[in-house]
């Protein structure tokens, strides 16, 4: 696994976010780093979806957010926007 492509494209290296977590080739830390990444592109497909903007795959947020729970971490925290971070 490269984990620059991982880390850059999470889906393209790992079928579901659980994969991820169940992976003995990355560090925790690496793994979050994945997961919040693929946290950031979920929601943004979420928002496109939202807009009607669709004609791609589903958003995978609720699979990512689990696979951080099961890290022992939380989706973005404090977010109040769908992209995970705060309006400006």
């Known amino acids: 696994m490269n984990l620059q492509q991982a880390l850059d494209n999470p889906s393209s290296c790992f079928a579901d976010p659980v994969d991820v977590v169940r992976s003995n080739e990355i560090s925790r830390a690496e793994k979050i780093q994945i997961l919040r990444r693929w946290e950031y592109d979920a929601r943004l497909l979420e ?3 939202e807009e009607n903007m669709t004609g791609g795959a589903a958003s995978r947020l609720a699979d990512v957010l689990d696979a951080l729970h099961a890290l022992g ?4 925290s404090g977010a109040t926007s769908k992209q995970g971070g705060t309006p400006h």
């Open 47 to 49: 928002v496109a979806q």
């Open 73 to 76: 971490e939380e989706g973005a």
